[in-house]
């Protein structure tokens, strides 16, 4: 049986619903681990979220989910800036993340080839399970 302690979970800051957030969320519950939400922002992409806090990202974490389901984790919040997938490896480096929680955007062949997707590159990057969540 595999026995995660820590889950790591980049999360948008830009997305209205975050689905892929609540099974991270659900995972981290039937888990009974830790669960680390991260925002980066990303200098290289131009001006996303203006967050340098962790409480920013909490804040948008309780706009989408019930306090009833919040309550019951240990959930520690993170911010950092610069690229986003190395930001991402470091963190869980420096954490003992056991697993990462990422969602992942269907896009059109055209748009994929053009750009690069967080998910896939995190895939391609780190020596760690990633589970992916389809989002809409």
Avoid: W
């Avoid at 209205?16 to 039937?30: I, V």
């Avoid at 681990?33 to 200098?43: A, Q, S, T």
């Avoid at 389901?69 to 490896?89: H, P, Q, R």
């Avoid at 480096?93 to 690069?116: A, P, T, Y």
């Amino acid at each position: 049986m595999l026995n995660f302690k820590n889950i790591l979970y980049p999360i948008d800051l830009d997305s209205k619903d975050n689905p892929s957030l609540h099974k991270a969320l659900e995972f981290a519950q039937f888990l009974s681990c830790r669960l680390h939400i991260i925002y980066v922002n990303d200098i290289e992409a131009g001006y996303r979220h203006p967050t340098d806090y962790e409480d920013a990202v909490a804040l948008k974490v309780k706009e989408v989910v019930p306090d009833s389901i919040l309550g019951n984790l240990n959930i520690i919040y993170a911010v950092s800036k610069g690229d986003t997938v190395e930001e991402i490896v470091k963190y869980a480096q420096n954490n003992n993340i056991d697993l990462i929680i990422i969602g992942h955007k269907h896009r059109g062949k055209l748009f994929s080839s053009i750009f690069d997707s967080t998910d896939v590159n995190v895939i391609d990057t780190i020596l760690l399970p990633v589970l992916i969540i389809p989002e809409q």
